[in-house]
């Protein structure tokens, strides 16, 4: 069974602070992805990295940043958190298959709940 | 770049009845159109998959449908029960390095199931 695991699942923390979201899967996937799920907007891709210390933006990089030293961990970084930064971060993962119709599937993290007071 | 638009934002059937949830994709690219149910405080698991090379596609009670030429594809869900209860999302793919794949998603149905 495929693991993605977030360490943290409940944080609060000041505005202005710096906050990591730190993810883990071992699946040895090249893939890793941090999305962001609010109400009434679904899931919006922040950041991906498809290897070591390469990293893309997604759909909304603005405020955030990321850092992948290794392939198994990939970490979200709020340099200075903000109140409109309080969602749901989910991190992700997925195997490249090298078939252009294989498409393939992500793996999800439980999901990192962070409130910025 | 891709934009996913999904309908509709909530869904309550009864128990038994069957629900559709329906999504329009804009990058006629993309050729990978997976589903994830997203139970209450639970992670997003896939539940069943398509490719642009099948029209549909059947894993007993869920079934999904593409139509490459409109541009939408749709989760059907018969005999519903109430552990089909949960947020679902269509997400759309297309290739943006090599093999390597983004997934876009739809903002997700609210399904209820009433007892």
């Known amino acids: 069974d495929v693991k993605v695991t977030q360490s943290s699942r409940y944080l609060v923390k000041r505005t202005g602070e710096k906050v990591f979201l730190e993810c883990v899967q071992d699946?040895?996937?090249?893939?890793m992805f941090w999305y962001r799920q609010d109400p009434g907007l679904g899931l919006r891709l922040i950041y991906f990295?498809?290897?070591?210390?390469?990293?893309e933006k997604g759909d909304i990089p603005e405020g955030y940043s990321v850092s992948r030293e290794k392939k198994e961990r990939f970490s979200l970084i709020l340099e200075s958190a903000s109140t409109n930064q309080t969602s749901m971060y989910l991190c992700?993962?997925?195997?490249?298959?090298?078939?252009?119709?294989?498409?393939?599937?992500?793996?999800f993290g439980e999901g990192s709940w962070l409130t910025v007071v | 770049g891709e934009n996913v638009e999904q309908h509709p934002s909530t869904l309550s059937v009864q128990e038994g009845d069957s629900a559709v949830i329906k999504c329009t994709y804009s990058?006629?690219?993309?050729?990978?159109f997976p589903w994830y149910k997203q139970e209450l405080g639970k992670r997003p698991q896939l539940i069943i998959d398509?490719?642009?090379?099948?029209g549909e596609k059947k894993d007993q009670r869920i079934a999904v449908t593409l139509n490459k030429t409109a541009k939408h594809f749709s989760l059907h869900i018969t005999e519903t029960q109430p552990e089909d209860s949960a947020v679902y999302f269509c997400?759309?793919?297309?290739?943006?390095?090599?093999?390597?794949?983004?997934?876009?998603f739809g903002k997700g149905t609210l399904l209820t199931v009433n007892p």
């Open positions: 992700a993962s997925s195997y490249p298959t090298g078939d252009v119709m294989a498409g393939n599937t992500i793996y």
């Open positions: 699946m040895d996937h090249e893939n």
């Open positions: 990295s498809y290897d070591v210390k390469m990293k």
């Open positions: 990058d006629s690219a993309s050729n990978y």
């Open positions: 398509i490719r642009s090379n099948v």
């Open positions: 997400a759309a793919s297309a290739e943006m390095w090599g093999s390597n794949y983004k997934l876009t």
